[in-house]
């Protein structure tokens, strides 16, 4: 009679896997989100104030951008149609801020823009690091995208 090898009857569970990609489940740990939401933060306020660098305003388009992204991708609370309209004004504002050098922001952007800026900061504490992370490489792309075309134009 030949021999039979023992058979488990143990499943295995499939991998864990590691730390890093675990960590992308969870949300942004607070003092990331915390640093991030104060630069946006006080770039808004300078603009609230109407005393903006290009900085800032570089800063609250791409925080407009960011929420923007997250929004689409299903966890936002804000309507995307409002944040696209303040994602055009923010943008038209830094188009004409690059030639006129005049950063100061429009009062009927202020309100709807603070809105904004609250969900990014919501967005930030609440979502999934992986969304942010995916978010944030895709406004990379646009803006290596954009540095390029600025060059090839030159």
């Not at 499939?14 to 104060?38: F, G, I």
């Not at 290009?54 to 407009?64: P, R």
């Not at 994602?87 to 950063?103: F, R």
Request: proline fraction near 5%.
């Amino acid at each position: 009679m030949a021999e039979h090898m023992p058979t488990s009857k143990k499943r295995r569970s499939a991998k864990v896997p590691p730390k890093a990609l675990k960590s992308l489940l969870l949300p942004m740990p607070r003092r990331e989100s915390d640093t991030m939401s104060l630069r946006s933060r006080l770039a808004f306020e300078a603009m609230r104030s109407q005393r903006p660098t290009a900085t800032d305003v570089l800063n609250v388009a791409q925080t407009v951008l960011l929420t923007s992204f997250i929004t689409e991708a299903g966890h936002g609370l804000l309507d995307l149609t409002l944040i696209r309209q303040v994602e055009e004004e923010v943008l038209a504002l830094l188009d004409s801020g690059k030639t006129t050098d005049d950063w100061i922001t429009p009062e009927t952007l202020l309100e709807p823009l603070a809105s904004v800026i609250n969900e990014h900061d919501r967005q930030l504490r609440e979502v999934r690091l992986g969304v942010v992370k995916a978010a944030c490489e895709r406004l990379d792309r646009m803006v290596t995208s954009a540095l390029a075309q600025s060059k090839e134009g030159s």
